[in-house]
T-cell receptor, first 115, second 115 residues
Framework: KAGVTQTPRYLIKTRGQQVTLSCSPI?????VSWYQQTPGQGLQFLFE???????NKGNFPGRFSGRQFSNSRSEMNVSTLELGDSALYLC??????????????FGPGTRLTVL | AQSVTQLGSHVSVSEGALVLLRCNYS??????LFWYVQYPNQGLQLLLK??????LVKGINGFEAEFKKSETSFHLTKPSAHMSDAAEYFC?????????????FGGGTRLMVKP
């Protein structure tokens, strides 16, 4: 079974621009979560989508948004980019279970650099 | 609220020596605990997870972890380090009342293995 895929793998943008990242979950997985990884803040949860609905949201400004499509693929968008948005953005998929026991499988990430 | 503390951002061991990576958690509900490994320029790979079954959990690549409620710990061990174990390791917690699959991560421990 193919793993979680993320595109693109690398992106370079300038301040003020916007960016869209894409994530395709493992076949059959209905939950997609996004995390931001930076050297200073570590791994931080952005949001989770299940059945096209946002189920959880982390503590990030409204410039960060996401959506999920009927085939469970997900996109996240960052508008008005700031230098501090430079990070590795990781997507993870899981089957569906609530309650926190479900294993999340991570993609390779998208490395975003904001100049 | 949940939190995870990983003692030691860097750990260095000799090849063949015991690996011990420390993780302490704070959770107001029964926790589910995970250890992930990240190799350079890759996403996170699950090593093992604790979901309230056996307190000693065996994972991949010879790693295991023991859940100790009295110490609120979930330390990761491996009897004999191999050069290929050099990577960054993350402990994560998810709560039983989690409405979804949000993971809270520790700061990570970079394991270096000396020949």
């Amino acid at each position: 079974k193919a793993g979680v895929t993320q595109t693109p793998r690398y992106l370079i943008k300038t301040r003020g621009q916007q960016v869209t990242l894409s994530c395709s979950p493992i076949s059959g997985h209905r939950s997609v979560s996004w995390y931001q990884q930076t050297p200073g803040q570590g791994l931080q949860f952005l949001f989770e989508y299940f059945s096209e609905t946002q189920r959880n949201k982390g503590n990030f400004p409204g410039r960060f948004s996401g959506r999920q499509f009927s085939n469970s693929r997900s996109e996240m968008n960052v508008s008005t980019l700031e230098l501090g948005d430079s990070a590795l953005y990781l997507c993870a998929s899981s089957l569906a279970a609530i309650g926190g026991t479900d294993t999340q499988y991570f993609g390779p990430g998208t490395r975003l650099t904001v100049l | 609220a949940q939190s995870v503390t990983q003692l030691g951002s860097h750990v260095s061991v000799s090849e063949g020596a015991l690996v011990l990576l420390r993780c302490n958690y704070s959770s107001s509900v029964p926790p589910y605990l995970f250890w992930y490994v990240q190799y350079p320029n890759q996403g996170l790979q699950l090593l093992l997870k604790y979901t309230s079954a056996a307190t000693l959990v065996k994972g991949i690549n010879g790693f295991e972890a023991e859940f100790k409620k009295s110490e609120t710990s979930f330390h990761l061990t491996k009897p004999s380090a191999h050069m290929s174990d050099a990577a960054e390791y993350f402990c994560a917690v998810s709560g039983a009342n989690n409405a979804g699959n949000m993971l809270t991560f520790g700061g990570g421990t970079r394991l270096m293995v000396k020949p």
